[in-house]
C-alpha cells in the first residue's frame, strides 16, 4: 500500500539529508518517517514508528545493518528491512537472505530504480539490484552443481548418514533412525570423510548446509 512508511538509516548525515530529499520528491510512493545514524537508533525508532520500511546501511555504528535488520525482523515482522549500501560481498548479500530481509540495494542504483523497486515491495516483491539479483542466480546454480556432484559421490545411505550428522544427531541416534548398527554407521562416516576429503563431524555438517543437501537451521 502506497505511501510507505519509511525509517532512513546511514551514519552519514549528508547521504540521509540526501535521500531524504529525494524521497520527498515522490510523496506518491514514500514518505519518510524518521532518520537515524546507529543500529540502536534504528531499533528504538522501529519499535516506536513502525515503519512500513526501514531503508539502511550495513557499515552503521551501534548494531550493523545485519544485526539490526535480524533485530527488526523477529520484533517486527510487518516491516520490511531493506539495506541499501556500497556493499557488494557476498558474505553480506548472503547473510542478508538468510536473515530475510526485504531487500538488498546497492547505493550505485538511479533513482528512477530505487523508486521503482521502492513500489515493487509495497506490492510484496522482494528488492534487488540486478547485480546482487545476479549473484544469487548464480550461487543457487553452484549449490546445484554441488548436490548433483555429491549425490554422484556418496551412496543414497551415505547421504541419509550425512544429513543426520548435520541436524546433530549422534552415531547411536542415525543407527535407531536407520535401522542399523553403530558400526555400520561410523563405516559409512569413514566413507563420507574420505570422499569428501573432510576431517571431522563439524565438518561434515558445515559441507551439508553449504553444499545445498540440507537446508540452514534444519
Given at each position: 500500500m502506497l505511501p510507505l512508511q519509511v525509517l532512513i538509516v546511514?551514519?552519514?548525515?549528508l547521504f540521509r539529508?540526501?535521500?531524504?530529499?529525494?524521497?520527498?520528491?515522490?510523496?506518491?510512493?514514500?514518505?519518510?518517517v524518521g532518520e537515524a545514524g546507529t543500529g540502536r537508533q534504528a531499533l528504538e525508532l522501529a519499535r516506536r514508528l513502525q515503519p512500513d520500511v526501514v531503508l539502511m546501511d550495513i557499515l552503521i555504528p551501534e548494531g550493523d545493518g545485519l544485526q539490526t535488520a535480524?533485530?527488526?525482523?523477529?520484533?517486527?515482522?510487518?516491516?520490511?528491512?531493506?539495506?541499501?549500501?556500497?556493499?557488494?560481498?557476498?558474505?553480506h548479500l548472503y547473510e542478508a537472505v538468510r536473515i530475510g530481509v526485504a531487500g538488498y540495494l546497492l547505493?550505485?542504483?538511479?533513482?528512477?530504480?530505487?523508486?521503482?523497486?521502492?513500489?515493487?515491495?509495497?506490492?510484496?516483491?522482494?528488492?534487488?539490484t540486478r547485480t546482487m539479483?545476479?549473484?544469487l542466480l548464480k550461487d543457487v546454480a553452484k549449490r546445484a552443481a554441488q548436490v548433483n556432484s555429491v549425490?554422484?559421490?556418496?551412496?543414497?545411505?551415505?547421504?541419509?548418514?550425512?544429513?543426520?550428522?548435520?541436524?546433530?544427531?549422534?552415531?547411536?541416534?542415525?543407527?535407531?533412525?536407520?535401522?542399523?548398527?553403530?558400526?555400520?554407521?561410523?563405516?559409512?562416516?569413514?566413507?563420507?570423510?574420505h570422499k569428501l576429503q573432510l576431517e571431522n563431524r563439524t565438518q561434515v555438517a558445515t559441507y551439508a548446509v553449504q553444499s545445498g543437501l540440507m537446508p540452514e537451521g534444519a
Open positions: 546511514d551514519d552519514h548525515k539529508q540526501g535521500l531524504i530529499g529525494l524521497m520527498n520528491t515522490r510523496p506518491d510512493i514514500v514518505q519518510v535480524a533485530a527488526i525482523r523477529k520484533e517486527l515482522p510487518k516491516t520490511g528491512a531493506v539495506l541499501l549500501t556500497s556493499s557488494a560481498l557476498d558474505e547505493k550505485t542504483l538511479d533513482a528512477d530504480e530505487l523508486f521503482d523497486l521502492l513500489v515493487g515491495i509495497a506490492h510484496g516483491e522482494a528488492a534487488l539479483a545476479a549473484r549425490q554422484a559421490m556418496l551412496t543414497d545411505r551415505e547421504i541419509q548418514v550425512l544429513r543426520l550428522v548435520a541436524q546433530g544427531s549422534s552415531n547411536s541416534d542415525i543407527a535407531e533412525k536407520l535401522c542399523i548398527s553403530v558400526n555400520t554407521v561410523k563405516t559409512h562416516l569413514s566413507s563420507i570423510l
